[in-house]
């Protein structure tokens, strides 16, 4: 049963789901900074095109890690973001070249792997995780900024770096936060330039589920001081795997179209 002229095409189970979606997704973020995008996009992209996906999660995500951002601004690990940026800027410029190019299955499958076995490998280890290497933030902040900009799911690969170099729960999740800001701002002005940011259903669906987004913050900071840093790792390890097998299931749809 469709509802409403703009999604004529969708049945309403959607609509109404969408919603939990993105209470799901930003309470995630909410627990540690990152995540809402690798939750929401694929699964709304099960029902939305990605060109109508990817612009609705950044402009939620705009808001999210801006607020989280500036509240959590003084625990910052500056010298991580300060590693990060450079690739992270490269990638960003190299993704938006590929933007309307690169077939995107291939993409989602190879971060879908990825991140899952990464996570996979956090779950099952039973020692802490040996310190990343600083250079690593080259090709870590470049894969980030290409898939930020591609699917708006750069967020785990950054992850993978941050949470090899800081043990610290309270700067982990303010360092993921200002560097998901920077990429998300850039992918605004990019999808402004390209027009996919001028869509008013668009804007009038985002605004729509705001309200949603920040309840789903508030939850997600109470979860974050609730769970011990060992736990927080946990989580994002648990969603990692989880989103990546969804990644990697999207992919699978994708190639058999």
């Known amino acids: 049963m469709p509802i409403a002229p703009w999604f004529s095409d969708v049945p309403i189970y959607v609509l109404a789901g969408v919603p939990v979606v993105v209470f799901i997704a930003y309470t995630i973020f909410g627990a540690t900074g990152f995540g809402s995008s690798i939750i929401s996009v694929p699964a709304l992209a099960h029902y939305f095109p990605l060109t109508f996906t990817v612009p609705l999660v950044t402009t939620m995500d705009a808001f999210a890690a801006t607020a989280t951002t500036i509240r959590l601004r003084h625990r910052v690990a500056w010298p991580e973001f300060r590693r990060l940026l450079p690739g992270l800027l490269i990638g960003m410029s190299f993704g938006a070249t590929l933007l309307f190019n690169l077939p995107p299955a291939p993409a989602l499958l190879s971060l ?3 991140v899952s076995s990464y996570g996979t490998y956090v779950l099952i280890g039973a020692r ?3 310190r990343a290497p600083a250079w690593l933030a080259w090709p870590i902040g470049i894969v980030g900024g290409v898939f930020s900009v591609l699917f708006g799911t750069g967020g785990p ?3 993978v770096f941050l949470a090899a170099r800081i043990e610290d729960k309270a700067q982990l ?3 993921s936060a200002i560097i998901v800001t920077v990429s998300v701002w850039i992918r605004v002005a990019l999808f402004l330039g390209t027009g996919l940011l001028l ?3 668009l ?3 985002a605004a729509l589920l705001l309200p949603v987004m920040a309840f789903g913050l508030r939850v997600g900071n ?3 001081h609730a769970l011990s840093g060992r736990g927080i790792l946990r989580l994002i390890a648990a969603l990692l795997v989880g ?3 969804l990644l990697i299931a999207h992919a699978i749809d994708l190639l058999r179209e």
Do not use: E, K
Request: aromatic fraction near 12%; glycine fraction near 8%.
């Open 199 to 201: 869509d008013l259903r």
């Open 157 to 159: 690969v950054y992850m």
């Open 173 to 175: 999740r303010a360092t």
């Open 243 to 245: 989103n990546g097998v």
């Open 203 to 205: 804007i009038v669906f």
């Open 112 to 114: 879908g792997i990825f």
């Open 222 to 224: 109470r979860l974050h």
């Open 128 to 130: 802490p995780l040996t």
